[in-house]
């Protein structure tokens, strides 16, 4: 088939080896290389967010990516979110607000709201339901998504981060 | 019952909520068995077309192409996909086989299958496939579906998929009687479910065995293990059906559908195990649509606004080939058109139409949100023209307490003995005005700030739940005191496992850490019944219940034996067993278990329970509020503020509750402002993808208020329940449209038609010149 291509990825820390056609997208590569399946598809046409992915600190979606061009980035997954088997301060806000039902979107919505916290760290509810807006869940109705993201940045607030 | 209920009625923490926050959930595509190959499928690009040839030779050619196949060459007699629900005489004539052979009937349709290495080399060769179409005319339309000029199905000689009549009372006479009566046209517009998570299975046949197990299934495995198997003659105990994680269900997902059929195929042609994974855009046409109700609405009252009678005509657009939901969607829009009102009249002539679309199937409240957007939408027309606030107009006509139980009559075929349970309608109502400061509003309505016009609309329902067959559970407690639950229910992502360990939790007085839910698949329990129609919290809370008593007996049993003493003097409490004895001597449910199994290797500490509620349905009902501002140069609606009430009998966990409400509230604002399957009249869907069909996003909230009421607990099981899955729905079309009406009565512009979009607003606007 198509020539293949090597590629170093850096993916939560870890760099990994991979052989992709040039046409793979990152969204394929982290799922069916690595096995690294938290990065959901949606759509496969960039518009609900599932397959968001953190690379050098900002939001992409890996969907809209092709792994080819990942060379030499940092990539932070879902699964890279947590500290072993403690959740992250946004996942446990999500936890507690009942912020996931099915959780199918669930890994897109994390990796977008730590990149919006990141930017900006005290964000009005306007601005997260903004920053969200290209993320799309199908069960929750977004409030309690909404609700766990300003908690979580209230709650670095007040930690001094 | 155990002595404290710490459980049910708390929001407990969801269990299932670590995979899925770490991204260690398996939804179908994370699942990889070795050996595993994929296959895509080549769907028709016509709406209507005679298939005349069709060439596999260049896709088979594609270095990776593993095998490729049509109709012609399956081996076996392609099966019809069963009806399962609503399935009404007539039916029978327009059931779909799992691919095309001589012809497609909608854009979508599959044609053929191939199967390669990986999804990439499969989708190259889908390009190659050619086929040689003669297109036919489409039929898009119900009118032109019932002119019958073109046959969708032409050995049926209709597109009449069935047609009947249902009513109670006289409602001619009703008519004849009346001072006033208004008739209007309502449609809804063709929207569905759309999961987050696109649909996909993985097939593993292996004839010798013989042994077909499907990974994906969910919602009625059972049901679909019992076609599957006579479809491929193999008996039912070498189908296993194994459930995964699932990413939103919401009707559609887990029925049976062609790739059913396809994946096993497939896996079976080649000897090895073959998924498919749904992308969007096939997903927008493979799927169920849903709703697209046309519904002609008469009715009756006096002068001071006393419903007298109904009248209707309600048509449903099928699609294609009616699918295993059958009648429901009609069906229950027909049912439900007369709500929680005294209708003492009500005639329907219900119409089932198959035109050259995407079948039809449900979706969360099929029926209801139709039915209560025409009926609630005439009531503010009736209010208007008799100059009765809608409120008012309301309150007259919802039935009492004292007019419950009711029995509806026969307004679904065979359904005689429907009967709304007891309940006080009223008392929904009147707390939703309050919340929502109705009093303040009267002289509000259509006030222009800005430019935006502010309306406020109110609406009422009433909804079923729980219907279908018994569900099973099973406890069991191992020697190391872990408590493993398994049900026949399937988990569609709404928390079934945290309810069921609530449940039993609370019924076995133990901690709910200590407690493991499994469900679903077919190999976990012996039968199940299935998750719809928002029937998981009664029907395997139930069952989950009965299997906790059922278990504290056997505790008591094993306890007896072991103390060797008689079981009379021993109770079940705190999770343990008590003698009353000098010693005060406890067995805890641990000890129990190691003694079970010590006395043999068929002892275990375990229960099994099956609950059937007999048919009796409970019915949650409440009231929804809307208020929209409009701003009237560019048509667009925002609602501002959002409050509902719904009586759920008793809330298992109130924020399992309340994401319930609010998920379903803002899905119903999708179906009433954005969702929809629009068509040409070549039958193209031209929404075929996430750029087009547009559905809401955390931009487009109001304020909301979600009331959980717990006024009425369910009469049919002890723990009260009613379902809680709909009732955020069902209503918001009916809620928005009056809130829209009212928001431009200046203007006098009726809300008829869904969804309601700024540039038909605008041209409604336009036309009387504003
Ligand atoms: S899958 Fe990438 S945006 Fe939807
Ligand atoms: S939790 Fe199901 S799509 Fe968001």
Redesign the pocket.
Known sequence: MTAQHSVTLNVNGTAHDCEVEARMTLADCLREKLDLTGTHL?CEHGVCG?CTVIVDGAAVRSCLMFAVQAQGVQITTVEGLADGDTLSDLQQAFHDNF????????PG?LTTAESVLAENPSPTRAEVQSAISGN?????GYVP?IDAILDTAKRRREGGQ | MSASTPYIGRSVKRLEDRR?LTGTGRYIDDIKLPDMAVMAIYRSPHAHARINAIDLTAAKAVPGVIDAFCAADIDMDLPEIPLRLAPFDGFERFLQRPIADDKVRYVGEPVAVVIASDRYIAEDALDLIEVDFAPLPAVTQVDQAAAGDTLVHEDAGENMATRYTVGRGDADDAFRRAAYTRRERFTTNRHGAV???TRGLIAEFNPDTPLLRLHGATKVNFFNRRHLAAAFDLPEAAVELIETDV??GFGARGELYPEDYLVPIASRRIGRPVKWIEDRRENLTATNHSRDIVCDLEIATTDEGRILGMRATVQGDMGAYIRTNGGVVASKAAQFLPGPYRVPAFSCDVQFLVTNKTPVGTFRGPGRFEANFCRERMLDMVAADLNIDPAELRLRNLMEPADLPYRIGELVPGDVNATFDRGNYPSALNQLLDEVGYADWKDRQGTIIDGRAYGLGIACFIESSAAGPPETARITVAADGAIEIRTGASSV?QGTETGMAQICADYLSVDIDRIGVLHGSTTLVPTGGGTFHSRNTVMAGNAVRMAAETLQARSIELAALRWNTDASGLEYRDGAVHQNDAAASVLSLVELAAFAQSRGTDEALAADAAFDNEGKLSYSYGAHAALVAIDVATGVVEVEKYVLTEEIGRALNPAMVQGQAI?GLVQGLGGTFLDHMVYDEDGQLLTGSFADYLLPTSTDLPDITAIALEESPSEFNPMGFKGAGEGGIVAVAAAVGNAVTHALNAHNIQINDLPITPDRLRAALRAVGA
């Open positions: 949606g599932a912020a996931l039902q099915c959780g199918f979107c669930t919505f799309i869940c199908r069960c929750t998504i | 899925f999961p987050m998570e990413g939103g992502g998920g």
